[in-house]
């Protein structure tokens, strides 16, 4: 699941989020891991221009940051960043900070990257936003050597050239999963080419199984082999039958029923879902987490 609080844009914080702060961000993240879930998501944004703040409001919290501290918090549950926008910072820079994260979380670490989307973060920072697509295709082959089993890792791009510049601690994994994000033509093959994950930006399932096929065909046409993850994220979900309104696209129900449904995107393919739960506090939240592992992920 995508955390709450940490990100506050208005197509999906709930109003009790606005008051809300580290201590819960702490119970929720202790009830995910309590209740099986695969990972914890954290967004990443710079900063946010005033043409935009109405809508995606100004709270960002720092990926790495609120990762880290959640992963003393939490034993078994994975830290993904959902996505990281590795083309505003030099990818030695972003090694640096996600190889210590995962030393830190005994490997434990998602790196979901993607290319961004406001322009004046760009700007701001020096990066030529036209160029986002480019500048993230490199930036993923330069953190495949960063992030590596190499003290000295080695990178000769256009872009970015480094050599000799040790860095330890490395990362607790042989191979740090890279699952990259976005919806797009460029950004669903990236993610089949470079990628050993994707993360769709919000597919409806009747868009799913094309954009599942075209990423089979593109990595059985270049030779790409191993693993890869396919992602999605589920509807809005509420455990049981709501007292209240919970918007007209939220899946309620029994747990035989959400389950059922859910497990129509794995006769899709897909792997893994990222669930989100509407809510009128911090207690109802992880209520509703609880009842989710306890009643709902043993049908699936």
Do not use: N
């Not at 940490?6 to 993240?29: N, R, V």
């Not at 322009?119 to 701001?124: G, I, N, S, T, Y």
């Not at 709501?242 to 897909?270: C, D, F, N």
């Not at 792997?271 to 989100?276: E, N, S």
Request: with cysteine; charged share 20%.
């Amino acid at each position: 699941m995508q955390l709450p609080v940490q990100s506050q844009s208005t197509l999906y914080a709930e109003p009790w989020e606005a008051e809300a702060g580290p201590e819960d961000l702490l119970h929720i993240a202790r009830a995910a891991d309590r209740s099986g879930f695969a990972y914890l998501a954290s967004c990443d944004h710079v900063g946010i221009p005033r043409r935009l703040a109405a809508a995606m409001s100004t709270i960002w919290y720092d990926p790495v940051a609120t990762l880290a501290f959640l992963a003393a918090a939490t034993e078994r549950v994975r830290l993904l960043s959902h996505v990281a926008v590795v083309g505003l910072r030099h990818p030695l820079l972003t090694a640096k900070q996600y190889a210590t994260l995962d030393h830190l979380s005994a490997g434990r670490l998602v790196l979901g990257v993607g290319a961004g989307h406001v322009q004046e973060e760009f700007e701001a920072l020096g990066v030529d936003f036209r160029q986002r697509g480019a500048v993230l295709d490199e930036c993923l082959d330069a953190l495949r050597a960063a992030l590596g089993p190499e003290e000295f890792p080695e990178h000769h791009g256009k872009l970015y050239d480094f050599e000799g510049l040790g860095q330890r601690p490395r990362p607790a994994q042989d191979r740090v999963p890279l699952w990259v994000g976005g919806s797009s033509p460029a950004a669903v093959r990236r993610a089949a080419l470079k990628g050993d994950g994707w993360l769709p930006q919000g597919d409806p399932r009747d868009r799913l199984p094309a954009q599942i096929a075209r990423i089979r065909e593109l990595r059985e046409q270049a030779g790409v082999q191993g693993a890869f993850t396919v992602g999605a994220i589920s509807e809005p979900l509420y455990v049981g039958s709501p007292r209240w309104y919970v918007g007209r696209g939220t899946l309620t129900g029994t747990p035989q029923e959400l389950a059922e449904s859910l497990r129509a995107y794995r006769a899709m393919g897909v792997h893994q879902i990222q669930v989100r739960f509407r809510s009128r506090s911090r207690t109802e939240l992880t209520d509703q987490i609880a009842a989710f592992g306890a009643e709902v992920a043993p049908h699936l």
